[in-house]
């Protein structure tokens, strides 16, 4: 993935891929299906189970119809002056291209997994990563290429 004068990754690693924070909420709102379904079927416990099982298998099944349906897919460009962006969704191709000395601002989340980089004219570039390590290599080639004012 990195080397010393280029970073390349590409978004989805995986072909199902739940990003953290909507596992996150998905916990949240299991855990709410299950106290709701708790109370109103007369303090079953075991009917609140089969709920939020179906509940979770239920979103499990449309949030892979959907990522089938939708599949995009993003690769990275990273090298000392510029970022490349290319994002495909149905067959369809955009790419972005970010030179690093417009960049004014840039943050990265390691507990998300994503960031973006804000250029001059106050376009935001979002950034998704795969895995810590990713993030982290590229925060730090961030960091010696981009220049401080």
């Given at each position: 993935?990195?080397?010393?004068?280029k970073?390349?990754?590409k978004?989805?690693?995986?072909?199902?891929?739940?990003?953290?924070i909507?596992?996150?909420?998905?916990i949240?709102?299991?855990?709410?299906?299950?106290?709701?379904?708790?109370?109103?079927?007369?303090?079953?416990?075991?009917?609140?189970?089969?709920?939020?099982?179906?509940?979770?298998?239920?979103?499990f099944?449309?949030?892979?119809?959907?990522?089938r349906?939708?599949?995009v897919?993003?690769?990275?460009?990273l090298?000392p002056?510029?970022l490349?962006?290319?994002?495909?969704?149905?067959g369809?191709?955009?790419?972005?291209?970010?030179?690093?000395?417009?960049?004014?601002?840039?943050?990265l989340?390691?507990?998300?997994?994503?960031?973006?980089?804000?250029?001059?004219?106050?376009?935001?570039?979002?950034?998704?990563?795969?895995?810590?390590?990713?993030?982290?290599?590229?925060?730090?080639?961030?960091?010696?290429n981009?220049?401080?004012?």
């Open positions: 993935m990195a080397d010393t004068q970073i390349h990754w978004f989805p690693e995986k072909k199902f891929n739940l990003l953290k909507e596992k996150v909420f998905l949240l709102l299991t855990v709410l299906v299950f106290v709701f379904s708790f109370l109103e079927v007369n303090r079953r416990w075991f009917l609140a189970v089969v709920y939020s099982l179906l509940f979770l298998g239920l979103y099944l449309m949030s892979y119809l959907v990522q349906i939708r599949e897919e993003e690769h990275y460009h090298t002056t510029h490349h962006v290319e994002r495909k969704k149905k369809k191709v955009k790419k972005e291209k970010v030179a690093l000395k417009d960049v004014e601002h840039h943050k989340d390691k507990f998300f997994l994503g960031g973006y980089l804000l250029a001059k004219k106050k376009k935001k570039h979002l950034l998704f990563f795969n895995t810590k390590e990713e993030l982290e290599n590229v925060e730090k080639f961030l960091k010696k981009i220049s401080k004012k």
